[in-house]
Nanobody, 122 residues
């Protein structure tokens, strides 16, 4: 069982930056992690994902070059650093975990955080 808690969201102007954090419980360092986002009326889609040891990452085309996923297993924390934010990045962001490997499919993640709002104003 893994519990996930996100933090770091908020309101930012276009072009600004935010860093989201996801703190996990238990043996979080053996889990792959995905950052998903869901805008009103849209499906939940992956923004970035990383496997358990940080050796493999995935970025959606829409965030490549602007977002960076990283992890500090000593702190049981995964980060999503978001730069050059755009209004279209506005969404609820979720951290999710699955054993060892990353996935781009929400249904393949067993554990989810409560979600955190990110709003980018124009």
């Amino acid at each position: 069982q893994v519990q996930l808690v996100e933090s770091g969201g908020g309101l930012v102007q276009a072009g600004g930056s935010l860093r989201l954090s996801c703190v996990g419980s238990g043996s979080f360092n053996t889990y792959g992690v995905g950052w998903f986002r869901q805008a009103p009326g849209k499906e939940r889609d992956v923004a970035a994902a990383m496997n358990w040891n940080g050796g493999r990452t995935y970025y959606a085309d829409s965030v490549k070059g602007r977002f960076t996923i990283s992890r500090d297993n000593a702190k049981n924390t995964v980060y999503l650093t978001m730069n050059s934010l755009k209004p279209e990045d506005t969404a609820v962001y979720y951290c999710a975990a699955r054993k060892f490997f990353l996935s781009t499919t929400p249904g393949e993640y067993a554990y989810w955080g409560q979600g955190i709002q990110v709003t980018v104003s124009s």
